[in-house]
Nanobody, 124 residues
C-alpha cells in the first residue's frame, strides 16, 4: 500500500508561482512512476505532468508545457510540481498519482494510488 500526501497548495495571483510537494510512505518509492493530475469544479480529472521512476523522463500536458516542472527526490520519497506563470484557468484541486509505469501514471484509469488532493486557486 502506498500513501501519498500532497502539500503546498494555496491562493496566488495570476502570474505567480507555487510549488506542490507529494510525500510517499513506501519503502520502494523508486519503483513507482509519479504524476500530477488536476480537477476543476464541474470538470473531469485531467493529466498535468509525470516523471519516470528514475527521474530521467518527463511529460506534460500541452496546457502547462513550459510553465510547470515536475521533479522527484527518491532519497526523500517526494515528487514536486513547480508551477510558474500561473493563470486563473489553473485553478483546481491537484492530485498526486503513483503507478508502476510512466504510461500508466499519465492515464487516469491506470493510476494505482492517489493522494487526497490540494487546492490551488489563482486569482485574476
Amino acid at each position: 500500500q502506498v500513501q501519498l500526501v500532497e502539500s503546498g497548495g494555496g491562493l496566488v495571483q495570476a502570474g505567480g508561482s507555487l510549488r506542490l510537494s507529494c510525500a510517499a510512505s513506501v519503502r520502494t518509492y523508486s519503483s513507482y512512476a509519479m504524476g500530477w493530475f488536476r480537477q476543476a469544479p464541474g470538470k473531469a480529472r485531467e493529466f498535468v505532468a509525470r516523471i519516470s521512476r528514475g527521474g530521467g523522463s518527463t511529460a506534460y500536458a500541452d496546457s502547462v508545457q513550459g510553465r510547470f516542472t515536475i521533479s522527484r527526490d527518491n532519497a526523500k520519497n517526494t515528487v514536486y510540481l513547480q508551477m510558474n506563470s500561473l493563470k486563473p484557468e489553473d485553478t483546481a484541486v491537484y492530485y498526486c498519482a503513483a503507478a508502476y509505469t510512466s504510461t500508466s501514471v499519465q492515464t487516469y484509469n491506470s493510476v494505482a494510488y492517489w493522494g487526497q488532493g490540494t487546492q490551488v486557486t489563482v486569482s485574476s
